[in-house]
């Protein structure tokens, strides 16, 4: 049941052979079981959950269930829900219970899914490895000793690891793709706009999109169709008419254009990691895709680019956290000016600090237009590059991750080469455009994750996409031997 997709859980669901309450409580117990190993959760409520599946039970009953109804979904600690500590893995937050719901809590509750937990994540969503939590590391389920990505690790890790059936997740710059990848599941991030950002705690507003976290290709789809829709809360909320992500799930590929960046295949990029893409990349060639070779010439400056505007947008957003109307406030201080130090300073942690310090730097006087504003002269020409590539391919391919889960610890200490983790990653949120991973294969025991990007609202594309591919491998439906 563990590895039932969401499809069939609902199915047995409204068959009756299973309640929500039973269902719930099998995956409380697992989190009860794996969970202080792993440090996938930070935010459990066993009451409220087994509250709501009960009610989901009840809508059941009298027929007026949704697909989601009564599935237990673990949402990301980025995300506020009413009664929840909502701490985005920071100490300024450890005590900040929500007074609402984000705009995606709101979409699962409406549709009757168990919200199962909150979960773990980089301190407000800045890191590749989930080690910048205030509530610790989270391990990665096919090896403890390595990390699970980030900023999303704690969903990455309970996707992985069975503890619930599928999970919320927010991606920057990488932080659903990377881990999935890191992790073995499939994660995407749409469009910008697409999804509300409404009760999602920002850290870089413009390039913040939440997405779904789960199993499959048909997973994320259902969990799209909850997730996706105009919310009048959050300016930055595209007014689009609602559309079904499943509708393309079984479209033949035939034809298919499916664009290889040069970029994306260079130095850098893990030996047998790129073996692994370009058996992946073989099986779609049998599927009937053509394969055409596109560059993205610009492809290298998006790390620089996005670590010059995220810090900027970062230095702004947190700005609020000042230890006066809430979050961590200073325990002993001489003045207002003093007690806003201290909160800050103790409240924050050493990634948070440093680019902060990055973003306001950028943002001053003697520099905005050396870095912040030539930034985002860059940041047009790297979508432009994309503007041009889809003019000779449907969708484009390449690996999500240089490399393989690596070590905790191992990149602590150079930020730089914690930075390239998302080197592949990176230029979709910065181009505004919705891109996947897709779990492709082991290296050394290892997953690896395909990433496909698509053009603007192209999300039921990509999604058939990757559905396909999953017709014909089982890498998806794969889970440690040791957690089963």
């Known amino acids: 049941m563990i590895n039932s997709s969401l499809k069939q859980l609902g199915e047995m669901l409204q068959a009756k052979t299973i309640s929500s309450v039973e269902l719930t409580q ?22 409220e959950t087994l509250a709501q599946a009960k009610a989901a039970d009840a809508r059941l009953a009298n027929g007026s269930a949704a697909p989601l109804t009564g599935i237990p979904i673990a949402q990301k600690d980025i995300f506020c829900a009413k009664g929840w500590t909502t701490t985005c893995g920071s100490k300024m937050l450890a005590n900040f219970v929500a007074p609402y719901d984000a705009h995606v809590i709101s979409q699962f509750d409406a549709a009757g899914a168990v919200n199962l937990g909150k979960t773990n994540m980089d301190e407000f969503a800045m890191g590749s490895s989930n080690e910048t939590s205030y509530f610790g590391g989270v391990k990665n389920p096919w090896d403890f000793d390595r990390v699970p990505g980030g900023s999303s690790g704690g969903s990455a890790a309970a996707v992985a690891a069975r503890l619930c059936a599928a999970a919320t997740g927010t991606d920057t710059g990488g932080s659903i793709r990377q881990p999935a990848s890191l992790c073995g599941f499939t994660g995407l991030k749409p469009t910008y706009g697409v999804v509300s950002r409404y009760g999602m705690i920002a850290f870089a507003s413009s390039l913040d999109q939440a997405g779904p976290m789960a199993k499959s290709a048909e997973d994320c789809a259902l969990m799209m169709n909850v997730m996706a829709g105009f919310d009048e809360r959050d300016s930055t909320s595209l007014n689009r008419e609602k559309e079904d992500y499943t509708r393309d799930l079984n479209k033949p590929l035939q034809g298919l254009r499916i664009g290889l960046p040069k970029e994306f295949f260079a130095d850098g990029l893990d030996a047998n990691v790129g073996k692994v893409i370009e058996t992946a990349i073989a099986e779609y060639k049998k599927l009937g895709a053509e394969l055409v070779d596109i560059s993205l010439p610009n492809t290298g400056l998006s790390i620089p680019v996005y670590y010059v505007l995220a810090p900027a947008e970062a230095s702004s957003n947190l700005s609020r956290y000042d230890g006066v109307r809430y979050g961590h406030r200073a325990e002993s201080y001489t003045d207002l000016m003093d007690m806003y130090c201290k909160s800050r300073a103790e409240g924050f942690g050493a990634e948070v600090k440093r680019r902060i310090l990055i973003g306001t730097y950028v943002l001053s006087a003697g520099y905005y237009d050396a870095y912040y504003l030539k930034a985002q002269q860059i940041r047009r020409l790297i979508a432009q590059d994309f503007e041009e590539a889809f003019k000779h391919c449907d969708v484009i391919m390449g690996p999500a991750a240089p490399s393989t889960a690596f070590k905790a610890g191992e990149k602590v200490d150079d930020p730089v080469a914690m930075y390239l983790q998302d080197i592949y990653t990176i230029s979709t949120n910065l181009a505004g455009l919705p891109g996947m991973s897709v779990p492709a294969g082991f290296s050394n025991g290892l997953p690896v994750g395909l990433q496909i990007i698509g053009n603007y609202f192209d999300e039921a594309r990509m999604l058939n996409v990757a559905h396909q591919y999953q017709q ?12 089963k």
Request: cysteine-free; glycine content about 0%.
């Open 472 to 483: 014909v491998t089982d890498w998806h439906s794969r889970m440690p031997e040791e957690l």
């Open 26 to 47: 099998s995956f409380l117990d697992r989190i009860k079981q794996y969970n202080p190993s792993i440090n996938a959760y930070i935010a459990l409520n066993e009451a």
